[in-house]
């Protein structure tokens, strides 16, 4: 059976078929996916901070806190030259905010400074240490001295 010039040309326009040395025309997907990141681009900065993510997650989805945001402010500033970043900042059903500073099992002595110097110029804010040791989340005031 053969098909007429008309025929040939209506097939070659429903994308079905190409002729021999043409490209092929793939069909546009009706959902475009965003891009999902690559185990190297993951925002956190650890896996402690990516578990306490988690953690937050669940704890809004309980209704305990309204919402959390990852590193919301860079730079807190603390002296000249130096400034302070907090982990995260939960905002609880009651409106109060805190800042949550995650650290592993061990805490080096300059890692706790800042924390504790940004506690103490800002006493309006109540800054938390979150420290993952043992198999749990152990939670502590950061003293505003």
């Known amino acids: 059976m053969r098909m007429s010039e008309e025929q040939y040309a209506a097939l070659l326009k429903q994308g079905n078929v190409r002729e021999v040395g043409m490209p092929a025309v793939r069909p546009t997907p009706s959902v475009v996916l965003p891009p999902q990141p690559e185990p190297s681009q993951d925002r956190y900065r650890s896996k402690t901070e990516r578990a306490y993510a988690a953690l937050l997650t669940m704890?809004?989805?309980?209704?305990?806190?309204?919402?959390?945001?990852?590193?919301?402010?860079?730079?807190?500033?603390?002296?000249?030259?130096?400034?302070?970043?907090?982990?995260?900042?939960?905002?609880?059903?009651?409106?109060?905010?805190?800042?949550h500073e995650v650290k592993g099992p061990h805490i080096w002595p300059a890692d706790w400074l800042k924390a504790k110097q940004a506690a103490a110029l800002y006493p309006c804010f109540i800054f938390i240490l979150a420290q993952w040791k043992e198999h749990a989340w152990h939670w502590k005031r950061i003293p505003a001295v």
Do not use: V
Not at 82 to 97: E, Q
């Open 59 to 99: 704890r809004q989805h309980a209704g305990e806190i309204r919402q959390w945001w990852y590193e919301p402010m860079k730079g807190c500033y603390l002296a000249p030259k130096t400034s302070y970043s907090p982990d995260f900042l939960l905002w609880y059903p009651d409106n109060h905010l805190e800042f």
